[in-house]
């Protein structure tokens, strides 16, 4: 054998290559990949906050034969398929499998919300002839990128008589959009000299809703008046309602094929809805008894540190598992100290454009696979629970010997930014958990990008967590 041979052999065995989901994937493979996406685009552009999210899972559990979990019932039987819908904002999802709880349970958890703007509880004015509502963002934004683009209302309102009024306005065609104005690039020369951060400063994120009076000379702020009587007759809503309203401006736009050979996807909301759409329906898609029971935790508040009774940081899931065991006379933290967990959420793929805010050798990449994160956090990994040596090898062996591409990554340089997921919160409960989840381009903007080979990969490994 030649020294080059050698050599080539040498780099085949002890190199870590990143192959690229093209290479690595069969044909038939590929087309069941953009399958599956054309409904996963379905599904985020259907569902852009996280109550719609939870309500379609919900609906979309039942079609699949799940049950209300019912806590003061009889154990549940391997193959049975419950549900707990907490607060119409998360979801649990479960199948039971042959083990008794006491071995442990296979939990992929994600975050179904995404940065936005909310409404302000006193939200309408009108000022100098035009009608705006005030914001408040929710979650981490780039607040220059949020104007200029046509916005939709979501969200309910609640009424003092018990009844709500679910809005969902800017997404069908003819329906009114809405819109944050900017300064012309002739007259922003005081705007530029901001630093980035301020070019767009909270207090300036004003949607314009209207600009026409009613027709009464005799009282003031008719803008404002005008706008609440449209509201009135349309939703049967007042001023003092939206104290009770919990409204959100996402972007209304579509959701697409990027690129000549549409090899991408571009929309809002992939993070964190391209791992909650896939763990989810890696769940629906088990057709075996399994081994060990399976929970999917499609979870809210993560954008802003997951705080909150819908949030990972509050008991509703430790409670759920708890009662699991209680049914089987067991105790439930037995059951998550010997629990395994996918805390399925995004990371930053590597950008050519911007490449010095990443150390390339440590960068997950557009179509080489779903990503695994043993470490989140910031500067010196705060605010992260750092995956141990021997769960992130249990993570490998199981991507690597059922077909699943993967790559390793971490969010960008150290000292460069950072970032956290749930996953703390679930090893806090001490259970094994690390972070996988599919690269994101453009992340937390209102147009985000992700592989559609990446998009697959996710569904395929929480499914092979589930069932292997």
Avoid at 22 to 46: A, N, P, R, T, W
Wanted: charge should be negative.
């Amino acid at each position: 054998m030649s020294d080059k041979a050698k050599a080539q052999e040498l780099k085949e065995l002890l190199f870590n290559k990143k192959e690229n989901g093209v290479d690595f994937m069969s044909d038939d493979e590929l087309k069941q990949c953009d399958e599956f996406c054309e409904g996963y685009k379905k599904f985020l552009f259907e569902n852009k906050t996280e109550r719609e999210f939870a309500c379609s899972a919900l609906s979309a559990a039942k079609e699949n034969g799940f049950e209300e979990f019912d806590k003061f019932g009889k154990p549940l039987n391997p193959g049975d398929k419950v549900y707990y819908f907490n607060r119409g904002k998360s979801i649990i999802l479960c199948v039971k499998g042959k083990r008794p709880a006491k071995d442990g349970v296979r939990i992929s958890a994600a975050h179904i919300d995404s940065p936005r703007l909310d409404l302000k509880q006193c939200p309408v004015y009108e000022d100098d002839s035009l009608g705006f509502f005030k914001t408040h963002y929710y979650g981490g934004i780039k607040k220059y990128q949020w104007t200029a683009i046509p916005l939709s209302l979501h969200g309910r309102i609640c009424k003092n008589n018990g009844e709500y009024v679910d809005v969902k306005l800017g997404e069908a065609p003819g329906e009114p959009k809405f819109c944050i104005t900017d300064i012309l690039p002739h007259l922003g020369a005081e705007q530029m000299a901001r630093k980035a951060s301020e070019i767009v400063k909270g207090e300036e994120l004003n949607v314009v809703i209207g600009s026409r009076p009613f027709k009464d000379d005799e009282e003031s702020e008719r803008i404002k008046l005008n706008l609440l009587n449209i509201l009135y007759e349309k939703y049967g809503i007042v001023e003092r309602d939206f104290l009770s309203a919990e409204l959100e401006l996402v972007p209304a736009f579509t959701v697409d094929d990027i690129g000549f050979d549409k090899s991408l996807i571009g929309g809002y909301g992939h993070d964190d809805r391209v791992c909650s759409y896939p763990a989810m329906q890696a769940i629906f898609d088990i057709d075996e008894t399994l081994e060990y029971t399976a929970l999917t935790v499609l979870t809210d508040k993560e954008e802003t540190g997951s705080d909150g009774n819908t949030g990972l940081n509050s008991c509703y899931m430790k409670y759920f598992i708890e009662d699991l065991a209680r049914l089987e006379s067991c105790e439930g933290r037995d059951v998550l100290s010997n629990s395994k967990c996918l805390s399925a959420d995004v990371n930053a793929a590597f950008d050519p454009t911007w490449p010095s805010q990443f150390e390339k050798n440590n960068a997950s990449f557009i179509n080489k696979g779903v990503c695994v994160t043993k470490f989140t956090g910031a500067r010196g990994k705060s605010g992260t629970s750092d995956a141990s040596a021997e769960y992130v090898s249990f993570v490998k062996s199981l991507m690597e010997n059922n077909g699943v591409l993967w790559q390793s990554g971490e969010l960008g340089k150290v000292d460069g930014g950072g970032g956290g997921t749930v996953a703390m919160y679930i090893a806090n409960l001490n259970v094994d958990v690390i972070d996988v989840g599919v690269p994101v381009l453009s992340m937390h903007s209102p147009y985000e990008l992700v592989s559609k080979i990446d998009t697959y990969m996710a569904y395929k490994a929480f499914k092979v967590f589930f069932t292997k």
